[in-house]
């Protein structure tokens, strides 16, 4: 398998998707928009990951580049590729699936709870979260849930947490990939986020348990298997040498 992965930043790359990507044999490749990479055919990619970023979705003036990256995720999820957004890439997707875009009341940074919407359970992805979960957040910005697809949690910081389109398209509001030098980075990078608010933690606060880290990396893998087993078939989630879901709920 060829995934490919949209970077809009220097100090947001795949966190924990890359050791796993790794694992399993796959070719992995990058764009870096910030740098003007050029893009890949998409006859040449089978996964496309699309990462977050500071910017916002409509800052089209000052990154031009937005214009090229939307029309790509597009033509991505019309051929059934694996397209999965996180923060900003989720935003990507629902904008370019007919959805608004636009700030949440409350910016949220650091760990919080979300919860899992029944309605997931009636995807072929919808078992990879558990009923509940602290996830890693860093956004101030949300969406509306595109026709078509189907929400998978909320918090309550934000109602739309992330949705599925199509058992094949995945977007994440909140983190799961974030590890613990991501989350340093990001807040050497964007340390002017971390201001008062009711859902804003202390750097103090997010590292007080390190161990959070490592229950977001699991599930990350569970769901990647997931998005692995629909993009293949023929093998078995359970046979890729990674932890489950079942081991990520006995680290509780």
């Known amino acids: ?14 966190g924990s998707i890359e050791p796993w990507a790794k694992e399993m044999g796959y070719e992995i490749t990058s764009t870096r928009l910030f740098a003007k990479d050029p893009v890949p055919n998409l006859d040449d990619i089978d996964w496309l990951i699309v990462m977050g970023g500071p910017m916002g979705i409509y800052d089209e003036d000052k990154y031009p580049w937005l214009f090229s990256e939307k029309n790509y995720i597009e033509q991505a999820v019309v051929q059934g590729k694996i397209v999965l957004g996180i923060c900003l890439g989720a935003q ?3 904008d370019v699936l007919g959805a608004k875009i636009y700030p949440n009341q409350y910016k949220e940074i650091g760990w919080f709870p979300i919860q899992k919407i029944q309605e997931t359970t009636e995807t072929r992805l919808g078992d990879f979260l558990p009923k509940e979960i602290d996830a890693f957040h860093w956004h101030g910005d949300t969406f509306d849930v595109p026709t078509g697809a189907v929400r998978i949690a ?7 947490q992330g949705f599925i389109y199509d058992d094949h398209v995945v977007a994440l509001q909140f983190h799961l990939e974030t590890t613990e030098q991501c989350a340093k980075d990001l807040i050497a990078n964007c340390e002017d986020d971390i201001t008062k608010g009711p859902f804003i933690q202390s750097p103090t606060v997010i590292f007080s348990d390190k161990r959070r880290f490592e229950k977001i ?31 990520v ?3 509780k």
Request: glycine share 4%; hydrophobic share 45%; charged share 15%.
């Open 217 to 247: 990396n699991l599930l990350m893998s569970e769901l990647l298997n997931h998005l692995a087993y629909v993009s293949s078939p023929s093998l078995s989630s359970n046979s890729f040498g990674i932890r489950t879901l079942d081991q």
């Open 154 to 160: 909320k918090s309550a910081a934000c109602e739309n």
């Open 92 to 94: 990507l997707i629902a």
């Open 249 to 251: 709920r006995r680290l």
């Open 1 to 14: 398998m060829r995934l490919h992965y949209f970077q809009h930043v220097l100090f947001e790359g795949l």
